[in-house]
């Protein structure tokens, strides 16, 4: 079974320019999450979706952050005009079903904001 | 919100010592409290678990113990090996959906 996976796996822009991130959960799981964490911090949940529907989306920094999962599959996640605090390594994990089920994580897009 | 913290940042130890990592959490509502590992240039995956029904966990070489009244979840590897390497994370859940992490921990096992 194919794990989750992120692309790209590393990333640098320029302040001000636009990266787009994406992320293929397991197959068959309903539940995607992003993640992101500044170095030596925690990993800080941005938000959930459930199929399409963004779930809980409270850990979004701001408005300059917009998640997609159109169809249900695969998510996308878009940084527009990005600073240079949104550094950092973006994580989405996956899970099944309702309840209580081991998040499966990606390996992560490192973002370098120059 | 939940506030989980973990110390301590970094640790190392000789191989085949002992090796815990604590974590304390804030919302008495938390119920699911994950552990993570982290290789280097690796994706964190699940290595232990536990719910708040359950006083401790083991399996094989890493046990968790969680104490709710005083709000702290412990990670233990016994008989450390190079393996053992890595970034330690732990978190807490209330939901099971939302994952509240710690800042990590850093193991260092010394061959």
């Known amino acids: 079974e194919a794990g989750v996976t992120q692309f790209p796996s590393h990333s640098v822009i320029e302040k001000g320019q636009t990266v787009t991130l994406r992320c293929d959960p397991i197959?068959?799981?309903?539940?995607l999450y992003w993640y992101r964490r500044v170095m030596g911090k925690e990993i800080k949940f941005l938000l959930h979706f459930v199929k399409e529907s963004k779930q809980d989306e409270s850990g979004m920094p701001n408005n300059r952050f917009l998640a997609e999962r159109t169809g249900g599959t695969y998510s996308t996640l878009k940084v527009q005009p990005a600073e240079l605090e949104d550094s950092g390594v973006y994580f989405c994990?996956?899970?099944?079903?309702?309840?209580?089920?081991?998040?499966?994580f990606g390996p992560g897009t490192r973002l370098t904001v120059t | 919100g939940e506030n989980v913290e973990q110390h301590p940042s970094t640790l190392s130890v000789q191989e085949g010592d002992s090796a815990v990592i604590k974590c304390t959490y804030s919302?008495?509502?938390?119920?699911?409290f994950p552990w993570y590992k982290q290789e280097l240039g690796k994706r964190p995956q699940l290595i232990i678990d536990i719910r708040s029904n359950v006083g401790e966990k083991k399996d094989q070489r890493i046990a968790v113990t969680l104490n709710k009244t005083a709000k702290h979840f412990s990670l233990h590897i016994t008989e450390t090996q190079p393996e053992d390497s890595a970034v330690y994370f732990c978190a807490a859940s209330i939901t099971g959906n939302q994952f509240y992490f710690g800042t990590g921990t850093s193991l260092t096992v010394i061959p």
């Open positions: 994990a996956s899970s099944q079903g309702r309840g209580i089920y081991e998040q499966y």
């Open positions: 919302d008495s509502a938390s119920n699911y």
């Open positions: 197959s068959g799981h309903d539940n």
